[in-house]
């Protein structure tokens, strides 16, 4: 539960800055479910862009789903080609949200960034519960 509190806490604290990056990125199939909502602090460091992160990620794979939630911090330096990127994790946490319909649906049915953040609040406070 400390890391989940963490990783809260570094979500909270970069939402509430007027600068960050958010990004959403979802893939789906007839037996897979791939989705991941990224927050970014946006500061310079140096000549690059980095500052806090927090990630969080939903699987389906082979009748199970998962969440994974990470944070930590990036730097991202811009190249002749693009850019280089660089994440160190200082939180990760993986729940396995278990194989039982009702929750497999809901995972299938994320179409959105808001689905998802419904689904990881649901998970939260059900992790909250003694």
């Known amino acids: 539960m ?40 946006v500061s310079h460091v140096e000549e ?4 806090a992160y927090a990630a969080a990620s939903v699987t389906m794979r ?4 998962y969440l994974e939630m990470t944070s930590g911090s ?10 280089t990127a660089e994440y160190t994790h200082t939180t990760q946490q993986k729940i396995e949200l278990g194989d039982d319909p009702e929750v497999l649906g809901f995972v299938k049915s994320i179409k959105n960034e808001g689905d998802l953040v419904a689904l990881l609040e649901a998970v939260l406070q059900a992790a909250a519960k003694p």
Do not use: M
Not at 48 to 51: A, D, N, Q, W
Not at 74 to 83: D, I
């Open 2 to 41: 400390e890391k989940i509190i963490q990783w809260i806490e570094v979500f909270n604290q970069i939402a509430k800055n007027e600068s960050n990056y958010h990004s959403f990125y979802i893939e789906k199939g007839e037996d897979f479910v791939d989705a991941s909502l990224t927050l970014e602090e």
């Open 48 to 51: 690059c862009r980095g500052g």
């Open 62 to 65: 082979g009748g199970k789903a």
């Open 74 to 83: 990036y730097r991202k330096c811009p190249t002749q080609t693009g850019y």
